[in-house]
């Protein structure tokens, strides 16, 4: 290999190549002397920032999702099936968890794939049915009621569920006013309109859902101890039904009335157990200008009205507490009877005539089946009161109504009475009741009363209220009419001409119609069952003193031998058992005397009162009665029950006599 010979001489000095590495001095330098560079591009700084997350999956990828996730949960693997579960779930505030828009995602994709939606998937179901939906958008409320009518149309088994969930959000219904970043600002009327559009469709689509329904609204309705403002949106909201579910009205309706009567006669009981001087006169002393009784109830965000009536200091007495709650359920009566009287009053106000019968005969329908067996109810039956007095056939009807069953046999012993009771105190008490219906009634009671007779004269040995209960019901009840209608049975009387406390010349001859002198003097001489020992002191005194005044009948000599009479000496072995089954058990011969229950006595709850005023006959005495002494057969037995037969007290018609 040939070597390369360099020439002799001094070796050359490497040169040091150029580098782009510089000095820090010198950059820093070179930096500060550079000119600032303009941005070619300028960034808004209001522009709105999202997070990835916040703009949510595709709808083709989230129903990707939702079928792979329930088809893996059908053989054991939930773990999509937990995170679909998750976006439905509520924070503490009742808020959902996750945006509007992957809520909304889900929902479609559940609704593309809700008949995979079996029993096994329930926890799901469970957990949409709970969700935060109510305060959601329009749009969002429409896509989530097509999800629960398809799932329910799908599979029946999740129905009760779904109208438990709608049943429940109607009751406790709670504005907002956040929901999701929407920022809807929602009252508890609209809340409750769009629970009842939601309601609606469903039992439009699915007719079966309405016999479900039934129960679940009675399970839901609240309790008694409940307040004010949560009875009456409820009964609201059950009217509110009835309105676009007709198949439910009676039922609904009777529903209402149900729990109505039990708030009434809890009243009365209660009522009873306060001392007589602080029960006496509690409803009609109930103040009549209370803002929560004269405003709608729906909206306001404000607390219950009954808070005004709960701050009870340590100090108060048992006394004082049980007033206060007496005073809450007179309200809560007072409101529902309100809303009922309301809603009747629509349809005996319209123009047709099936529409109004149909009305009177649901309503004569719970009288029959819910107000007539329960004897101390005070208010409810005032219904029937202004209903029935809204034309002369409905009058009859009643009235009719009534007959049927105080002379049935077949009956029991209450219903009979309670029956009677109801049919003289409509007589007797309605305005509206023309003069041809009492007398009518006076003979058709003047009739029965003759065939009864007959039956129990023959083994009759003295007064016995247990064997003769039905006839003593009916003498009672011809005296009660007598004593508020005695010129309606009078030759050529004009309702029109004279005023009941006309002053007439003592004992002066009046012209009473045929068979009325007679049909009194039989049932009261001529037998030995002895009605006006029987009957209630307090009508039987004040039925004297008009008679005596009248010349129709004179009783006094009667009533001084009956003071000879002890009726425990007549009464069957097992008399106690009825009085039991009665209004109260008494001491002493009280408890044979038969009960002055008579239904229609004054009304005085304050808000509802207003509907039966111009409906109701007031008492009125005759002139000369009470401005005269009677002689001493006014006896203890009678003497201060004069005043009994005049404005009973509003809330306990039941009253024993002094």
């Known amino acids: 290999m040939p070597t390369v010979l360099r020439p002799a001489g001094s070796i050359p000095t490497l040169v040091r190549r150029p580098t782009l590495i510089r000095k820090h001095d010198e950059i820093d330098d070179r930096l500060s002397t550079a000119p600032i560079k303009r941005a070619k591009v300028k960034f808004d700084d209001n522009i709105e920032v999202k997070d990835l997350q916040e703009w949510g999956k595709v709808p083709e990828l989230v129903q990707e999702e939702v079928r792979r996730a329930l088809q893996m949960h059908s ?79 799908t599979q029946g088994s999740f129905l009760p569920d779904v109208l438990n969930m709608m049943i429940q959000n109607l009751v406790y219904a709670k504005s907002s006013k956040r929901s999701l970043g929407e920022n809807l600002n929602l009252s508890n009327t609209q809340i409750r309109s769009r629970i009842h559009s939601a309601l609606q469709y469903l039992l439009r689509l699915i007719p079966s859902a309405s016999h479900a329904l039934l129960s679940i609204l009675a399970n839901h309705f609240p309790h008694q101890d409940d307040s004010k403002r949560l009875h009456t949106n409820y009964v609201n909201s059950l009217l509110k039904i009835v309105s676009y579910a007709p198949e439910l009205r009676s039922d609904v309706l009777a529903l209402i009335t149900d729990r109505l009567v039990k708030i009434d006669v809890q009243v009365q009981v209660d009522l009873e157990d306060l001392a007589e001087d602080v029960g006496e006169n509690l409803v009609h002393d109930l103040p009549h200008l209370r803002d929560p009784l004269d405003t709608g109830l729906d909206d306001s965000e404000s607390s219950d009205s009954d808070s005004d009536l709960s701050g009870e200091s340590d100090e108060e007495d048992e006394e004082s507490q049980r007033t206060k709650d007496i005073l809450r359920n007179v309200e809560k009566m007072d409101q ?136 003593y019901c009916l003498v009672q009840a011809l005296l009660y009419i007598f004593c508020f209608r005695w010129r309606d049975l009078e030759h050529n009387f004009d309702d029109d001409s004279e005023d009941d406390t006309f002053a007439s010349p003592y004992k002066a001859q009046h012209q009473w119609l045929s068979g009325v002198k007679e049909t009194l003097a039989l049932n009261i001489f001529s037998t030995q069952l002895n009605p006006l020992k029987v009957c209630s002191p307090a009508i039987v005194t004040e039925f004297a003193n008009i008679a005596n005044q009248l010349g129709v009948i004179y009783v006094y000599g009667l009533l001084e031998t009956n003071k000879r009479i002890h009726l425990s000496n007549h009464a069957s072995s097992n008399s106690q058992h009825i009085r039991d089954t009665a209004f109260s058990v008494r001491r002493d011969e009280s408890q044979y005397h038969l009960d002055e229950y008579f239904p229609f006595d004054p009304y005085h709850l304050p808000r509802s009162k207003k509907w039966v005023d111009g ?42 006599s002094p």
């Open 336 to 471: 529902i009877l309100e809303s009922l009287f309301r809603y009747y009053d629509q349809d005996f106000s319209a123009t047709s005539l099936t529409i109004r019968r149909d009305a009177l005969d649901i309503l004569l329908s719970h009288f029959i089946n819910i107000i007539l067996p329960t004897l101390r109810s005070r208010h409810t039956q005032f219904l029937l009161f202004h209903f029935a007095q809204a034309s002369p056939e409905f009058v009859d009807t009643f009235v009719g109504t009534c007959v049927a069953v105080a002379f049935d046999k077949g009956q029991s012993f209450i219903k009979r009475q309670a029956a009677a009771a109801y049919l003289a105190s409509f007589v007797a008490r309605g305005s509206r009741v023309p003069a041809n219906i009492v007398r009518d009634v006076f003979d058709y009671i003047g009739s029965e009363l003759g065939r009864l007779r007959k039956q129990y004269e023959p083994g009759c040995r003295g007064p016995d209220l247990q064997r003769y209960s039905s006839y």
């Open 75 to 153: 053989i054991g693997d939930n773990s999509g099936y937990d995170e679909i579960k998750s976006i439905f779930r509520v924070s503490v505030k009742g808020e959902a968890e996750c945006s509007s828009k992957t809520l909304k995602s889900y929902t479609s994709a559940l609704l593309s794939n809700v008949a995979v939606l079996d029993k096994s998937c329930s926890d799901l179901v469970l957990a949409i049915l709970n969700s935060a939906w109510i305060n959601q958008a329009d749009d969002y409320i429409t896509l989530y009621v097509r999800l629960l009518a398809n799932l329910v149309s």
């Open 615 to 656: 409906d109701y006959r007031e008492w009125r005495g005759v002139a000369g009665v009470g401005d005269e002494q009677v002689d001493d057969s006014e006896s203890e037995e009678d003497g201060a029950a004069n005043s009994d037969l005049d404005e009973r007290t509003a809330t306990d018609a039941t009253k024993d």
